[in-house]
Antibody, heavy 121, light 110 residues
Framework: EVQLVQSGAEVKKPGESLKISCKGSGYSFTSYWIGWVRQMPGKGLEWMGIIYPADSDTRYSPSFQGQVTISADKSISTAYLQWSSLKASDTAMYYCARGLYSGSYNGFDPWGQGTQVTVSS | QSVLTQPPSASGTPGQRVTISCSGS????????VNWYQQLPGTAPKLLIYNNNQRPSGVPDRFSGSKSGTSASLAISGLQSEDEADYYC???????????FGTGTKVTVL
């Protein structure tokens, strides 16, 4: 079974750093793009960026470029989303999702269960 | 804000047909296939329709998708209570060089 399992909920203070993870299983991790999506409380889905684990080719949405870093460790089939200095406005649910087809990034399935990030002083 | 526009809400009684529109442009829907996602309350999004009109295994055939020019539609026929959810269209966008989601539509079963 193809599965993405994300790390647990985080509560952080403004200015702190954070790295959340997304572990893939049941498929060839290096052959599929992994994307990250933000959902702020009560709001819609926002695409943040994608990474191709085979060579770490990374693309960012203009809205998130410079705000977060997407990375991957193919040796442990895990993708990451990290912040160097969190803001209260980063409070949201974050989802990872796999590209629909090998080598494709127009469409994502399956999705991880989500990681809730709360930033509060 | 999103470049794909959907109505904020849609509703129907059980058994009715509900249609959700998704309006884009030549840089997204006009050039790429459209996907639809269903997000049930408190859960992660799930792929509902891919390649404009294809259903993944396990998705009931009462869900159907279509695309024409720079617009797409999702239809739910024989509406059921378990279809109450948020629905999002999405596609790649050349101008943004990224994947874009629609504004989302909340479907309510009356």
């Amino acid at each position: 079974e193809v599965q993405l399992v994300q790390s647990g909920a985080e509560v952080k203070k403004p200015g702190e750093s954070l790295k959340i993870s997304c572990k893939g299983s049941g498929y060839s991790f290096t052959s599929y793009w992994i994307g990250w999506v933000r959902q702020m409380p009560g709001k819609g889905l926002e695409w943040m960026g994608i990474i191709y684990p085979a060579d770490s080719d990374t693309r960012y949405s203009p809205s998130f470029q410079g705000q977060v870093t997407i990375s991957a460790d193919k040796s442990i089939s895990t993708a990451y989303l990290q912040w160097s200095s969190l803001k209260a406005s980063d409070t949201a649910m974050y989802y990872c999702a796999r590209g629909l087809y090998s080598g494709s990034y127009n469409g994502f399935d399956p999705w991880g269960q989500g990681t809730q990030v709360t930033v509060s002083s | 804000q999103s470049v794909l526009t959907q109505p904020p809400s849609a509703s129907g009684t059980p058994g009715q047909r509900v249609t959700i529109s998704c309006s884009g442009s030549s840089s997204n829907i006009g050039s790429y296939t459209v996907n639809w996602y269903q997000q049930l309350p408190g859960t992660a999004p799930k792929l509902l329709i891919y390649n404009n009109n294809q259903r993944p295994s396990g998705v009931p055939d009462r869900f159907s998708g279509s695309k024409s020019g720079t617009s797409a539609s999702l239809a739910i026929s024989g509406l059921q209570s378990e279809d109450e959810a948020d629905y999002y269209c999405a596609a790649w966008d050349d101008s943004l060089n990224g994947y874009v989601f629609g504004t989302g539509t909340k479907v309510t079963v009356l």
